[in-house]
């Protein structure tokens, strides 16, 4: 989305500091990685999971690591089996080869059939239990069941205390799935614990997030309408389980400190809440805000952004604030992009953000306390260097998460699905397992 940026751009009266470079993998050829099976044609690469124009984060995830592993290894051998939810068809790119109807459960097998037949290698999953059709999404066992290549899956939820269904889907896709991906050391506890399985096969991969520069929000401000404001931001879909809420309730006494203070909330209501009750939920958000007095403070852009146009939002803000409802959020890629944006966060305490923001890499507020969000941003807002201290933390611990390091950990992921397929009797010594895929790799995917 942007080039790399090694260096911190100071605020007014602060010395210019040098980011120490972190070792980069580069560009790594598939010849280390990804077996050709055999033959001298590309490995075949299919990712499953919902995938841009459709308005999901799971669309977007899927998206951005398609076109990471495209950049970092080509296209040639990628290929998408997108999910289509009910009553909607989308315009996709030629990458997507594949669609599913989420619950035509014959739909899942006729992509098993046509990925099997197709000659594709390997299967990336993205995993997630409300895009499938069935029971607790038990449809997407369907696909598993007929695929014949290994499969690598990524966990975008892992619940701690699943229902018997959600727990049965599970345990069939660890035990159906070569390996599975999770974001964050606690969904690789949960997924031990609660389902049963063995750490070896877990890999843990960050959400990945575009290399941005470390810049001054006011770079993003004018093009916004912002200038000479300070930005509060969440952004993300709209459901009732972010508490968007309690950033409002808390604005009366942020702006008795702060008459500048303006808290912007970018996007749109999630689709599934739309389909069931419309725009219920951003009504209720601007009831809340013109009943406190603060209908002029609270801005809300109500609209779907592309990945480009979050770097821009994101950009704006002071401080970002996720101030999720509950702990079982296993992951936030809206977290995850603002910190590798350089910027200071106040969260509640979820799984994702209690490991992220660990280190002082932002500052955690109980569930449900307006009170405490509203103590939390006077403090930084009144305290530059904090502020500033908090953003370089989150840019420098983020640099592992963008997206080129990410697209290189699935390839040996994938690597590692490919040789757990590979029996014992046709392996022989290491050495000559290692020389023998080596002759047999291409030096891109």
């Known amino acids: 989305m942007s080039t790399s940026n090694n260096s911190l751009n100071a605020q007014p009266g602060m010395p210019m500091r040098l980011l120490p470079r972190l070792p980069l993998l580069g560009r790594i050829p598939a010849l280390s990685l990804l077996p050709a099976f055999g033959n001298s044609r590309p490995a075949r690469i299919a990712v499953v999971g919902n995938h841009l124009p459709r308005q999901c984060g799971i669309a977007t995830f899927t998206t951005d690591l398609c076109n990471a592993i495209t950049a970092e290894y080509g296209a040639s051998g990628l290929r998408v089996a997108a999910v289509n939810d009910p009553q909607s068809s989308y315009v996709y790119p030629a990458r997507v080869r594949n669609t599913i109807a989420e619950d035509d459960l014959s739909s899942y097998r006729a992509t098993a059939n046509s990925l099997n037949a197709g ?124 508490g968007f809420e309690n950033v409002i309730r808390a604005m009366p006494r942020i702006l ?74 296993a992951v936030s890629g809206t977290l995850a992009f603002a910190m590798g944006a350089g910027k200071a966060i106040i969260s509640t305490p979820y799984w994702h953000a209690a490991e992220l923001l660990n280190n002082e890499r932002g500052a955690l507020v109980p569930f449900e306390d307006p009170l405490a969000i509203a103590v939390t941003a006077v403090k930084l807002l009144d305290d530059d260097a904090e502020r500033y201290s908090m953003r370089e933390r989150a840019y420098l611990y983020a640099r592992k998460m963008v997206w080129d390091q990410v697209a290189h950990s699935y390839m040996r992921s994938f690597s590692q699905a490919q040789l757990h397929r590979v029996q014992p009797a046709q392996m022989g010594s290491p050495v000559q397992t290692a020389e023998r895929i080596s002759a047999s790799l291409l030096l891109s995917v």
């Open 119 to 242: 000659n594709v290698d390997l299967v990336c999953l993205q995993h997630e239990y409300g895009i499938f059709g069935g029971k607790a999404g038990s449809h997407v066992l369907e696909l598993l069941q007929h695929l014949t290549m290994p499969v690598v899956t990524t966990l975008h939820t892992v619940l701690q205390e699943p229902n018997s269904d959600q727990r049965r889907v599970m345990k069939e896709i660890a035990a159906r799935s070569d390996r599975l991906v999770v974001m964050s050391e606690y969904s690789s506890g949960v997924l031990q614990d609660v389902f049963g399985v063995s750490a070896a096969k877990i890999d843990l991969i960050p959400h990945g997030i575009p290399d941005l520069p470390f810049v001054e929000p006011e770079v993003y401000k004018s093009a916004l309408a912002l200038t000479g404001k300070l930005v509060l931001l969440t952004f993300g879909l709209l459901s009732p389980n972010k």
């Open 256 to 329: 008795a400190g702060h008459r500048d203070v303006v808290y912007v909330i970018a996007g749109a209501t999630h689709p599934h809440v739309r389909a069931r009750e419309g725009d219920r939920y951003l009504n209720e958000l601007q009831a809340l805000a013109r009943e406190l007095g603060v209908e002029q403070e609270v801005i809300f852009l109500n609209r779907f952004f592309s990945p480009q146009e979050m770097a821009s939002v994101v950009g704006s803000a002071d401080i970002y604030i996720t101030p999720y409802r509950h702990a079982a959020q």
